[in-house]
């Protein structure tokens, strides 16, 4: 054991020194670009994929919270208020809420028609389900469903159909359970607010009305049950225990994982091929520690002829620049997090800062120009850029930035095993 450590013990002092040593000819220049290089990539890498993960994150709660829930249940059977009561007691779940979903064609007082998913409501649902009151911005008017007939309209579909709070509109719609008993129906709500949310389609496709007027159009339609959870990655478990509840017997139960499969499926390729090819950067930094650490081992030849005519092992020689290659590593994987964790939280007074700088430099000898923007709300329905750092995601980055070192630097220094310390000794 002690030999070992006395081993171990060199190996990390020589590294140490040849990191500290300047080179012959550059000095620290070769290591200072291979940290820089690690740092940038890492810095870069982390930056993006936050912003991606809060433009993600962004959609996916927007649709969790306003369309499909966190767990949906429905069946031949409706839930009695009992029910619901055990429902709401299971650990984890923080409303339960009742809803009918309607395909219908609505059009204003002009000619223009639209095809709209309907969402019947209870009228109460801001105050039991504060993730979708938090979601909801109102636009105009009120969330206001307790008369009857009265609708609430996404701000953009009302755009287009040119509405406002107090227009009548009419819903059309086919009802009833299978082709033969289809008959349609056309009934006129009068618009009590608009609304706006994170997420486009949202706004220019969804419309909500009160849940006593869903018989009008679905008479024979079954009541789905949406359920919120504190933390909707608790899904799996939460309906492992709902199931256990007697009385659900027979009843789809269905997490927000299966029901938006196709699209968060999509949004994680995404994801992951974006991470995959901005990983390519460490090919290019791979490259120049490659080149960095051959002349390393070029350059000190002649005392790695004299470690092994003293007894080191192969082995153990090239584990010096293998630690001198970690040390890069480890260095610029720890300064490209920093630096990537500030650039990311700061990234909206970062622009603010580059536009201010830009439009005053532009308005320079102009008495009016428009205004240089980087990220415009009015685009992408925020305000700011959102962002969300994941830790698995800020391991695996450094994680690759440090394989990429260590593998660069076990390929420049495969050259060790063949040195012969008396062809190379013989003429010192």
């Known amino acids: 054991m002690g030999g070992f450590l006395k081993s171990v013990k060199w190996i990390f002092h020589i590294s140490f020194r040849y990191f500290l040593t300047k080179r012959k000819e550059k ?47 429905e069946g031949e059977k409706s839930l009695d208020p009992r029910l619901r009561d055990e429902i709401l007691a299971v650990e984890g779940v923080s409303a339960v809420s009742p809803f009918v979903d309607i395909q219908t064609i609505i059009q204003g007082f002009m000619a223009e028609q639209s095809g709209a998913a309907i969402r019947a409501v209870e009228p109460s649902i801001l105050d039991q389900d504060h993730g979708f009151a938090e979601k909801i911005k109102i636009a105009d008017g009120a969330f206001d469903l307790t008369e009857e007939r009265s609708i609430v309209l996404g701000a953009d579909l009302a755009f287009s159909l040119g509405l406002r709070v107090g227009d009548r509109v009419s819903l059309l719609s086919l009802a009833g ?44 339609e079954d009541t789905v049950f949406g359920l919120k ?15 256990k509840i007697p009385g659900l017997e027979g009843l789809y139960m269905e997490s927000w994982r299966e029901y938006n499969k196709s699209f968060f499926s999509a949004l994680l390729m995404e994801k992951l091929m974006m991470m995959v090819l901005i990983s390519l950067i460490f090919l290019v930094v791979a490259v120049n520690i490659f080149h960095s650490m051959k002349r390393s081992v070029v350059e000190r030849i002649e005392e790695v002829a004299l470690l092994k005519a003293v007894g080191a092992a192969p082995f153990s020689v090239q584990s010096v620049f293998i630690l001198e ?16 964790f500030l650039v990311t939280k700061n990234i909206n007074t970062i622009f603010g ?56 630097a076990w390929m420049a220094s495969r050259g060790v095993a063949s040195v012969k310390p008396a062809v190379v000794l013989r003429y010192e």
Do not use: C, W
């Open 177 to 220: 359970k299978g082709y033969d008993k289809l008959s349609p129906v056309n009934l006129e709500f009068v618009v009590t607010g608009t609304f706006r949310s994170g997420y486009y389609e949202i706004n220019s496709t969804m419309a909500f009305i009160p849940i006593a007027d869903a018989p009008l159009f679905a008479p024979e």
């Open 325 to 340: 290659g970690a040390i890069i590593g480890v260095l610029g994987s720890a300064a490209g997090t920093v630096f990537g």
């Open 229 to 243: 959870l504190i933390n909707h990655y608790r899904d799996r478990e939460i309906l492992r225990n709902l199931k």
């Open 353 to 408: 800062f580059v536009e201010s700088a830009v439009n005053a430099i532009r308005s320079i000898g102009k008495e009016s120009i428009n205004d240089f923007s980087i990220y415009t709300g009015s685009s992408y329905y925020l305000q700011r850029v959102p962002v969300e750092i994941m830790t698995p995601d800020v391991i695996y980055i450094t994680s690759v930035a440090l394989f990429s070192a260590l593998a660069a």
């Open 27 to 73: 000095g620290h220049t070769a290591s200072i670009l291979s940290i820089a290089g690690i740092t940038v990539g890492v810095m870069t890498l982390i930056g993006v994929i936050a912003v991606m993960n809060g433009f993600q994150q962004g959609f996916i709660t927007n649709i969790n919270e306003i369309r499909s829930y966190h767990i949906r249940i």
